[in-house]
């Protein structure tokens, strides 16, 4: 048996994937950052980027548009105690046609159950920068 925070990242991964956004940031605390390492579209060409709950939208439609709605990812593995959690995943989406896909963690910080803080940590950055060009 794991965590039960592994098993809230994993239930709020599988919101955010239905596309339930209130149901995802429910799973949030108010005051919730979270931060996607450019340059990108996404970050709008800088070093990086930071989101709260009330912008998350900025983060979303973006990653929507460029990937024509193509957008999805895979929870490999998720680990946590009461304090952090990190996932594994695999993110897939179409750029002019082409599959693309890369493989990322999320490193979450949790208070009382609920993301705090969350970042993004590609394996790749250079990939992760071309899917997101």
Do not use: I, M
């Given at each position: 048996m794991g965590h039960p925070?592994?098993?809230?990242?994993r239930d709020?991964?599988?919101l955010f994937a239905r596309g339930d956004m209130p149901?995802?940031?429910?799973?949030?605390?108010?005051?919730?950052?979270?931060?996607v390492p450019g340059p990108n579209q996404i970050t709008r060409g800088?070093?990086?980027?930071?989101?709260?709950?009330?912008?998350?939208?900025?983060?979303?439609t973006p990653v929507m548009q460029i990937s024509g709605?193509?957008?999805?990812?895979?929870v490999i593995d998720v680990c946590a105690n009461d304090e952090h959690g990190v996932l594994l995943l695999v993110h897939r989406l179409?750029?002019?046609g082409k599959p693309v896909e890369y493989r990322t963690a999320h490193v979450v910080q949790l208070t009382d159950g609920k993301i705090a803080a969350w970042q993004e940590w590609p394996g790749d950055?250079?990939?992760?920068?071309?899917?997101?060009k």
């Open positions: 925070n592994e098993h809230r990242l709020l991964y599988a149901g995802f940031l429910a799973g949030c605390t108010d005051d919730v950052v979270f931060t800088q070093a990086s980027a930071v989101f709260t709950k009330e912008n998350f939208g900025d983060l979303v709605g193509s957008f999805s990812e895979e179409q750029r002019e950055l250079s990939g992760f920068g071309a899917a997101w």
